[in-house]
Structure formats: structure tokens, C-alpha cells
């Protein structure tokens, strides 16, 4: 209950094109959806976070839309660019656990 | 402001030994959390800390301890160390450390030999 399921493990995407990221859970409790993005050799920066009360948060060319009955949530990245190649990691937390449960991690990579 | 800040960056120990990990978090952060990030299982969560109290604790053997002082700063503990335990070690800083976005420092990359 306590997992988050990211998907795919790998991506290659054209430049210019649309990356598409997928998370699922299981636990309702989760009330805080953040997406981080990480380069070899740095730690996770923060990218975009949503809470359950709206589908959609878009900042730039980075989206996450949000599917609270199916409990999903998923990041696209818009006009992807060869400097958008990285990690990309969602999470998920609620309220009195003071922690994030993380996905598994996707690698994208942007071909120029 | 300053990032996160994380001492040392780099660390070789041997089997058996202990390390200690140190960060300082962005100022006015009260909420230190730590997290193992391996190739195999991606990113634990290790304890989080608040006002020098530890508010929550991972699925981590008691080998793996924590503490924060009055400053907020905080240090990690790994005794008797095992070859598993080469991971990179990630801190994190955040206000008050609940449903809030947590800022990540460049982590100190462990090496057991």
C-alpha cells in the first residue's frame, strides 16, 4: 500500500517531442504528488508537485495531470530538449509520516 | 539562500567500520529527512528529524542511526558498515517537514569496500 509504481523505466524521445511519465498508488491517504528530476552526480531537484484537489498543474513546458479515482499521475514534458536527458523521479506523501515514498525512477533520454 | 549542503561528498570505508555523514539544511529549515539512493532499489527513506526529535524512522537495521542538533543540522550514523551499504546518501531540508516540498543536497556517495 505504502508503493508507488512509475513507468516506463526507460524513454527515448525525439527533440521537440512529448515525454510521457506514468505513477500509480494504492494508498487514498497520499496528499502530495511531487515530481523530482535528477542529473548524474546532484541530488533530486524539485520540478512540479500537485495536490489531489486539482487534475492539473502546468508550469512551463512541464505538466502533471492527476487522476485521483484512478489514483494516477503523470508528468509531460512538452517540446522535450537533449538538456531535459536525466532521472526522473515521482513521489508521493500524506500528512503525519514526514517522508516520501518514491518511485523507481525513469531515464529519459532526448535525442537532439 | 544556500542549498542543502552535504560533508563529505565522497567517502571509501572497509567492512566493519562506522562513517558519520553530515548536513547543514537551508537556513530557517527545521525538518532534516535522510534517504538511501542504490541502482536496485532506488530511494529509501532513512529517518526524518524535527526540533532534535526523530518523528519517523524507516525499515533500515538499527545499524543506520540519526541525530539533529539545536541548529538543525543533522549527522547520520552507519556502524559496522557491509558491502551493501555503498549507496549515495541524500538529505533533505523543508520547513516544517510535512506535505511540504522537500529540498534535496547533492548526497555523499559511500563506498564500502
Known amino acids: 500500500q505504502q508503493q508507488v509504481k512509475q513507468s516506463p523505466q526507460s524513454l527515448i524521445v525525439q527533440k521537440g517531442g512529448i515525454s510521457i511519465i506514468n505513477c500509480a498508488y494504492e494508498?487514498?491517504?497520499?496528499?502530495?504528488f511531487p515530481w523530482y528530476q535528477q542529473f548524474p552526480g546532484k541530488g533530486p531537484a524539485l520540478l512540479i508537485a500537485?495536490?489531489?484537489?486539482?487534475s492539473e498543474k502546468k508550469e512551463g513546458r512541464f505538466t502533471i495531470s492527476f487522476n485521483k479515482s484512478a489514483k494516477q499521475f503523470s508528468l509531460h514534458i512538452m517540446d522535450s530538449q537533449p538538456g531535459d536527458s536525466a532521472t526522473y523521479f515521482c513521489a508521493a506523501s500524506y500528512s503525519g509520516t514526514y517522508k516520501y515514498i518514491f518511485g523507481t525512477g525513469t531515464r529519459l533520454k532526448v535525442l537532439a | 539562500k544556500a542549498g542543502v549542503t552535504q560533508t563529505p561528498r565522497y567517502l571509501i570505508k572497509t567492512r566493519g567500520q562506522q562513517v558519520t555523514l553530515s548536513c547543514s539544511p537551508i537556513?530557517?529549515?527545521?525538518?532534516v529527512s535522510w534517504y538511501q539512493q542504490t541502482p536496485g532499489q532506488g530511494l529509501q527513506f532513512l529517518f526524518e528529524?524535527?526540533?532534535?526529535?526523530?518523528?519517523n524512522k524507516g525499515n533500515f537495521p538499527g545499524r543506520f542511526s540519526g541525530r539533529q542538533f539545536s541548529n538543525s543540522r543533522s549527522e547520520m550514523n552507519v556502524s559496522t558498515l557491509e558491502l551493501g551499504d555503498s549507496a549515495l546518501y541524500l538529505c533533505?531540508?523543508?520547513?516544517?517537514?510535512?506535505?511540504?516540498?522537500?529540498?534535496f543536497g547533492p548526497g555523499t556517495r559511500l563506498l564500502v569496500l
Open positions: 500537485i495536490r489531489p484537489d486539482v
Open positions: 533533505a531540508s523543508s520547513l516544517m517537514g510535512e506535505g511540504e516540498t522537500q529540498y
Open positions: 528529524y524535527f526540533s532534535e526529535t526523530q518523528r
Open positions: 537556513s530557517g529549515h527545521r525538518s
Open positions: 494508498n487514498t491517504a497520499f496528499d502530495y
